[in-house]
Nanobody, 116 residues
Framework: QVQLVESGGGLVQPGESLRLSCVVS????????MGWYRQAPEKERELVAN???????NYADSVKGRFTISRDNAANTVYLQMNSLKPEDTGVYYC??????????WGQGTQVTVSS
């Protein structure tokens, strides 16, 4: 069973930064796309950023210029650097990995709270 373990969430004030990490374990197949999603209370889960196997990236409009997604293929790890955090960034952040040919997998989520 492929497992994703996330870390780095926490409580910060507006304008501060956090760095999230996600390690994919027990992957015997190649990892294609990796990404971060978030879900605010009483809202649906939304895409924050994706990074493809070749290094290409895309971001939600709301985080462009503030967040950066990156990956370390040798370590099976994806990161999300979050700068200039705003209260509207608050939510549970989930890591996702597309592992071909077996399927798509999700992490357990890590809480990010931005409040003064």
């Amino acid at each position: 069973q492929v497992q994703l373990v996330e870390s780095g969430g926490g409580l910060v004030q507006p304008g501060e930064s956090l760095r999230l990490s996600c390690v994919v374990s027990r992957s015997i197949f190649s990892i294609d796309t990796m990404g971060w999603y978030r879900q605010a209370p009483e809202k649906e889960r939304e895409l924050v950023a994706n990074i493809y196997s070749g290094g290409g990236r895309n971001y939600a409009d709301s985080v462009k210029g503030r967040f950066t997604i990156s990956r370390d293929n040798a370590a099976n790890t994806v990161y999300l650097q979050m700068n200039s955090l705003k209260p509207e960034d608050t939510g549970v952040y989930y890591c996702n990995a597309l592992v071909r040919p077996v399927g798509s997998y999700w992490g357990q989520g890590t809480q990010v709270t931005v409040s003064s």
